[in-house]
């Protein structure tokens, strides 16, 4: 164990401890007299030594002390009663910590780092104690109040574990500890005064691995846009990787696939989230997976125990996985004995008698006479009561008739149910189709094939018969290496339907949906939609060549099954390559078996592969080229950008060979694929790279790869297919000119299991986490830069700066979906959605991206602009605006022109922006400036007023003769409006360095404005008004010759308005501020963006934390990863 260090003299130990090992910095020592052979009386002195000289008489016989070169001080820093146990402690200083210590210069230094390690282990061990006893252990609540006051995160961001670790700048560590909450990785480090806060959203990931540097064997490596780091010196490094992986998984599932968001039902409510949690949903995935069970099952409990195998007579050590429809059993050794029991073939579950042969025995009988003992299971007593409460339920929702016939019929044990096909039958391919004859034949008819070919069919037959009396006929067969190498060799043709149904589980759907398919069929036909649209353009395209569809009958029977499937999952509705598979499922199965298998592929076999941006497959495409790299090295380096493989490999996935393979032969990889799953494809894609692997090699470009691989599967043969042979779709792209060698698809087969069969499903499953974080931060990069095509040209933004703002932009959409509950549906993520329109933000994010990066913040007042900015962006009235909108307005506000800039203000004083519940629009802006008793005086030479009054009226005229010329005239502005435009100038102006000088101008400005309002006032109603206006304006003037410039103002510049209306257009406001040269200054003055997004980037988080908590604490630096 860890001990907390504490300062020791080894002067006064020497004789008491003999050192075993050293190091530069470590020494392990064995109490003296510990096993030392012909010690005793050492040992006995050494003992009594112990109880006179300590407190605690029994003293650890192994320890470890840290030693400071050239210091007599050393402190132990852990201790072990056994030589493995300090050994273990041995090796992860060695690992961990001693490569780290040589980048320290200072001695200080090394002894500080190395006690705060330490110190955070012992915390970290009586943590992990603590957990295992509560549920929340005081430990974790200390972490929690250190995590608020460290990130000031709102309540909402439920801090989910906690960690003691290093974190890497170059080549220094900084010891601190790791946070993971549901939303971010965090991390702090307070070392020598020096504070380090590091924030990471998870959704800003694009890479999470275990890797090694220089200094560490095994580092977790965090990537993100612009930075890699590395976190090290875990007490469990595989825990917190899991962890870590988990919680990426997640969120990024949840805030970015929004086509999958449904599938984790517990962990749709991230405030719910726990450590537990998470470590049960890998275990479910895991389980799932291996099994290739429903999304819906969630794995009960897994128990060490041991199965009767009656075929090698003996027990096989492994584990029971019990859910809520489903007993499984996995051998330890992989591969060995594998048994999935449904519950609804479950009669009956008993605690036999304890011996010490056959200890906490139960026995699981199911209908087809078989049973199945267990024994070595611990906690028996509750583990079958809750066995037995799960069997009673689904008996009573699916009562079952168990067959008592003693036949040997394979089908009868396995369909005979009241549950079974329904009375509806659509359809029948028996008629081409000689294989899907009565359920009770097993050879087919000798005048269908030559004798040699029936023969070979035959011995298949009798292979599978003999397994299935040794081995079980039905879903709960044993399944070992031997029914693997008979599903290699390819399944016989009369028994390919059934084994489909049996290996994928298909079966269970089926007998427990009766009629289902009916209503569905019933439901869905004539209904007109774009799926059904898309069903019919490809139905004529599936398997073109074969006679089964070639007539009615056959394209009917696929036309109904894809049809109720899109009417079944309309999430995923119908998909290309979906009917070619179905259609190859109709040559072996009936309509509704056919059906049901479509649903186990397509739901539970390939997730995610058919949906609208295919996501599964794609990350199984990136898993394929990890995959080329590891075990065909040589062809990856040749072809270094595997992108190419990979688009051709993609049918492979997706259609599971059948397009670009021989009929005759693709099904036996659909042989393969029905029992192993994905792992089959892998494989066997790696076994065709590597068939070809010398010419790929040689081959001049990608065109010329492509066509060596088209050639090779186009010549790949079944030699015991009893069908005659049918070309695949790819077969146009052969090139027959060269003989291409036959290869025969069962050695192919062969020779992917024995080359490349070792992967695992819980590797796979690890890689498809691993890259499918890669496959949707790609999906991100792919929609930004689509994004950002549409947007530059229309804007004069900086590409660079645009796509800083699209990150402050997408950031302040996620950070809604993190904390503000509940998420409104709107607000999702949505990638079926164009390009521009999938990230939106509500006002009050627009408010807070207008505070951070608009160049009009105007102290108070800059929220109510960002208010009227908002409405006259939202064009639609959603309430949301896009990305497209935001940047076109910053554009004007920092690029545009003067009179643009002028507008986009007008207009943002008008409606829709300004209402009339606007909630400053009622206070009006009382300031001695504004007042339109005050006389208008230019300050300038009597000769330059009168040449600059004609200027500013031939301006206004000319202003008016082109409104029809421009686009739509803007509503003139009331006096209402106008003060709110005011005061939104003055407020525009406020610390400006030139603030006197645009006060003094813009209150000249308002004047004049104000006046001219006044003018068109009295214009509507008075022919005279200018010449009572010029009384007016002479009234104060000092002299005769200081005229005003509205006397002659022509009445016609101004639209007629009702009486007693007070209106001033855009044309005149304009007209009036480019009298004003500081106001010109101001308003064309350079302005720069990029010290706006760079305190954005820091002050982001803070403000936004600030705003949601309603406290004032200390801003902190989000780390821009």
């Known amino acids: 164990m860890w001990l907390k260090p504490e300062e020791v003299l080894l002067k006064n130990a020497l004789k008491l401890w003999v050192t075993q090992k050293s190091s530069c910095y470590f020494i392990l020592q064995r109490r003296r007299g510990h096993g030392e052979g012909g010690g005793r009386i050492t040992g006995r002195l050494v003992g009594a030594l112990d109880a006179v000289l300590d407190s605690n008489a029994r003293v650890a016989p192994f320890r470890i ?10 402190s132990p820093i852990a201790c ?15 690992q961990n910590l001693l490569h780290t210590l040589s980048v320290f210069d200072n001695k200080d230094d090394i002894a500080s780092f190395v006690k705060g390690k330490v110190k955070a282990l012992i915390a970290e061990e009586t943590s992990s104690r603590l957990a295992e006893q509560e549920e929340e252990p005081e430990k974790f609540r200390e972490a929690l109040v250190k995590f608020e006051a460290r990130f000031n995160f709102p309540e909402a961001e439920k801090l989910v574990t906690f960690y003691s670790c290093c974190c890497w700048k170059g080549r220094v560590p900084r010891q601190g500890w790791l946070y993971l909450s549901i939303n971010h990785l965090c991390f702090y480090s307070s070392f020598l005064g ?20 220089v200094f560490l064997t095994d580092t977790i490596r965090i990537t993100t846009q612009n930075k890699e780091r590395d976190f090290s010196m875990f007490l469990n490094l595989d825990e917190v990787f899991k962890i870590m992986e988990q919680l990426a998984d997640v969120t990024l599932r949840r805030l970015l696939d929004n086509e999958v968001f449904d599938l984790d039902p517990d962990l749709q409510e991230p405030s719910q989230i726990t450590k537990r949690d998470l470590e049960a949903r890998a275990q479910n995935e895991f389980f799932r997976a291996f099994f290739r069970l429903p999304r819906k099952e969630k794995l009960r409990s897994v128990v060490d125990c041991s199965l009767w195998t009656p075929f090698s007579r003996c027990h096989t050590v492994g584990r029971m996985f019990t859910s809520d429809s489903y007993i499984c059993f996995a051998s330890r050794e992989d591969g060995c004995c594998n048994v999935v029991l449904p519950l609804r073939e479950v009669v009956s579950i008993e605690k036999m008698e304890d011996t010490s042969l056959l200890p906490n025995p139960i026995i699981v009988s199911i209908r087809s006479k078989m049973a199945f003992q267990f024994i070595e299971l611990k906690d028996r007593e509750s583990l079958v009561e809750s066995l037995l409460e799960r069997l009673r339920q689904v008996h009573a929702n699916r009562p079952v ?21 329904s009375d509806h039958k659509f359809g029948d391919l028996e008629a081409v189709c000689p294989q899907n004859r009565e359920e009770g034949d097993k050879e087919m008819s000798p005048p269908l094939l030559p004798e040699a070919l029936l023969s070979r069919e035959q011995i298949k037959i009798s292979l599978w018969n003999d397994h299935f009396v040794e081995y079980g006929r039905t879903v709960c067969m044993f399944r070992t290496e031997k029914i693997r190498k008979l599903v290699a060799m390819g399944i016989p043709e009369s028994l390919r339907g059934r084994l489909w149904l049996l290996f994928s589980d298909a079966v269970t759907d089926l007998a427990l949906h009766p009629g289902y398919y009916g209503s569905l069929v019933e439901e869905s036909l004539g209904r007109g939609c774009l799926v059904s649209e898309e069903i019919e353009r490809d139905l004529h395209r599936s398997l073109p060549q074969h006679p089964a569809f070639q007539n009615e009958t056959g394209i009917a029977a696929l036309r109904r099954v894809l049809t109720a499937y899109a009417h079944r999952n309309p999430k995923i509705g119908y998909c290309q390559s979906m009917n070619i598979l ?19 592929v397509c739901e539970r076999m390939l997730p995610d592969y058919f949906n609208h941006r295919v996501i599964g497959a794609q990350v199984d495409q990136s898993v394929f080229e990890e995959l080329i790299r590891e075990h065909l090295p040589e062809l990856a380096e040749h072809m270094q950008d595997l992108s190419a493989l990979a688009s051709v490999s993609l049918s492979w996935f997706l259609t599971l060979f059948l397009s ?3 009929l005759e032969s693709a099904v036996n990889v659909v042989d393969c694929f029905f029992y192993d799953g994905i792992k089959a494809i892998f494989q066997l894609g790696l076994a065709v790279l590597e068939a070809n692997a010398e010419e790929l090699c040689s081959s001049k470009d990608d065109g010329q790869a492509l066509m060596v691989l088209s050639r090779f599967l186009d010549h790949i043969k079944n030699e015991d297919s009893p069908d005659p042979p049918v070309g695949s779709h790819h077969a146009f792209f052969s090139d027959d000119q060269e003989p291409c060698p036959v290869t025969d698809i069962t050695d192919l087969i062969r020779d992917a299991y024995e080359k490349f069969g070792d992967q695992s499903v819980e590797q796979i499953e690890h890689l498809r986490c691993k890259h499918r974080i890669r496959v949707l931060q790609g999906h991100e990069d792919t929609t930004k830069q689509n994004v950002l095509r549409v947007v530059i040209p229309d804007v004069s933004i900086l590409p660079e700066d645009l796509e800083q703002l699209y990150d402050l932009f997408k950031r302040e959409h996620m950070m809604r979906c993190y904390w503000e509950q509940p998420r409104p549906e709107a607000l999702r993520h949505d990638p079926s959605r164009p ?5 939106r933000i509500d006002a009050r994010q627009f408010a807070h991206l207008f505070q951070l990066v608009s160049p009009w913040t105007c102290g108070v007042h800059t929220e109510i602009l960002a208010e009227r900015t908002f409405r006259l962006l939202d064009d639609n009235v959603d309430q949301l605006i896009e990305f497209k909108a935001f940047v076109g307005c910053l554009d004007i506000m920092y690029n545009g022109e003067m009179n643009e800039k002028i507008k ?26 504004l007042s339109t008793s005050r006389p208008l005086v230019f300050g300038k030479s009597n000769g330059d007023a009168a040449d600059y009054q004609k200027q500013l009226k031939q301006m206004i005229k000319d202003l008016a003769k082109e409104k029809d010329k421009t686009e739509k005239e803007l509503p003139k502005m009331s006096q209402r409006e106008f003060i709110q435009f005011c005061k939104t100038l003055y407020s525009l102006f406020h610390e400006d360095p030139e603030e006197n000088h645009l006060y003094q101008a813009i209150a000249t400005v308002t004047t004049l404005l104000l006046q001219i309002g006044e003018v068109g006032q009295s214009s509507s109603s008075s022919g005279s008004c200018s010449q009572e206006c010029g009384d007016e304006l002479g009234a104060g003037a000092p002299s005769p010759e200081q005229d005003s410039v509205f006397p002659e103002v022509d009445s016609r510049a101004f639209p007629e308005t009702s009486e007693g209306d007070w209106t001033v257009s855009l044309e005149h406001i304009l007209a009036s501020l480019l009298t004003e040269q500081s106001l010109v200054n101001f308003f064309e003055k350079p302005l720069d963006i990029k010290s706006k997004l760079e305190n954005a980037k820091i002050n982001q988080y803070s403000l936004k934390t600030f705003e949601m908590s309603h406290q004032s604490q200390a801003e902190f630096k989000l780390c821009n990863l």
């Open 835 to 839: 390009y521009v329109e999938q990230y």
């Open 80 to 94: 072990g009663a056994t030589l493995e146990e300090i050994n273990q402690h041995w090796d992860w200083l060695e």
């Open 65 to 74: 002390l840290l030693q400071v070169p050239g210091s007599q001080v050393y």
């Open 582 to 600: 179905t259609s190859v499922l109709l040559l072996y199965a009936k309509e509704e078996e056919a059906f049901w298998l479509l649903v186990a």
């Open 904 to 929: 986009l203000l007008y207009r943002l004083h008008i409606p829709p922006a300004l209402t009339e519940n606007d909630r400053d629009s009622q206070s009006p802006l009382k300031n001695p400036l």
């Open 660 to 662: 670009i393979m021989p």
């Open 194 to 213: 020096k504070e380090l806060k590091l924030v990471v959203p998870w959704v800003d990931i694009q890479k999470l691995e275990r890797t090694s540097n």
């Open 401 to 421: 008739r168990y067959d008592t016939s003693d036949s040997d019929n394979m089908t009868s044990s396995v369909f005979h149910s009241t549950n079974m096909c």
